[in-house]
């Protein structure tokens, strides 16, 4: 049962334009949030996050918002450039593991962002 | 970059042999991670690590293993690698300056087991 779900496999948007890209949880136990880009042969990047006591985050054209009462959140990319293309991933932090203060990032299964020139 | 690097970075091995794979960072995080990604899984959380010589399990650890005897070095051992450990494999860090928030991925490994 996947605690994380991002529900649209794929996304194209024009150049320009706003991306907005989707995600819903099931567990309210989760507290942070974070969205990861992810480009073909590479690693995840860390993109984004917010805390569950915020509705709403900004970094440059990349604005996170997580409403609570329906357990969604959702990136917003204003304008989408070429290079905003690439995998992006939902993810969420439980709270501390069972061992040392750890925490784990349950994932969603990403959208394919596609801009298209 | 948050100084976190990967080997190999392609495997190809056969089912029954054991397989390790490196994750190796050099900025002195307490936490490190593996993951593997499947397509329609997303990430998911093999074992992690909260110290020198303290590990413990996540939520796919059946047919893998950890040591961490180094700060800097977490290893991930497939003992006798199967099939269905055909995956690519990340390994991450947090928790440098007490933050353990957001966790920093490495490059990947590529592993097929035929």
């Known amino acids: 049962d996947q605690q994380v779900k991002q529900n649209s496999p794929s996304l194209s948007v024009q150049e320009g334009r706003i991306s907005i890209l989707n995600c819903d949880y099931t567990?309210?136990?989760?507290?942070?949030f974070l969205w990861y880009k992810k480009y073909p042969a590479e690693g995840p990047t860390f993109l984004i996050s917010i805390s569950s006591i915020k509705d709403k985050n900004e970094d440059g054209r990349f604005t996170v918002f997580l409403n609570k009462s329906a357990k969604h959140l959702s990136l917003h990319i204003v304008p989408s450039q070429p290079g905003d293309s690439a995998v992006y991933f939902c993810?969420?932090?439980?709270?501390?593991?069972?061992?040392?203060?750890?925490?784990?990032?349950?994932f969603g299964s990403g959208t394919q962002l596609t801009v298209l020139p | 970059d948050a100084g976190i690097t990967q080997s190999p970075r392609h495997k190809v091995t056969e089912t029954g042999t054991p397989v390790t794979l490196r994750c190796h960072q050099t900025?002195?995080?307490?936490?490190m991670y593996w993951y593997r990604q499947d397509p329609g899984h997303g990430l998911r959380l093999i074992h992690y690590s909260y110290g020198v010589k303290d590990t413990d399990k996540g939520e796919v650890s059946d047919g893998y293993s950890v040591s961490r005897s180094k700060t800097e070095d977490f290893l991930l051992t497939l003992e006798s690698a199967t099939s269905s450990q055909t995956s690519v494999y990340f390994c991450?860090?947090?928790?440098?300056?007490?933050?353990?928030?957001?966790?920093?991925f490495g490059p990947g490994t590529r592993l097929t087991v035929l």
């Open positions: 900025e002195n995080h307490r936490y």
């Open positions: 991450a860090i947090s928790g440098l300056a007490g933050l353990n928030n957001e966790q920093f």
């Open positions: 993810a969420a932090l439980t709270q501390k593991l069972s061992s040392g203060s750890a925490r784990q990032l349950t």
């Open positions: 567990n309210s136990m989760f507290d942070y």
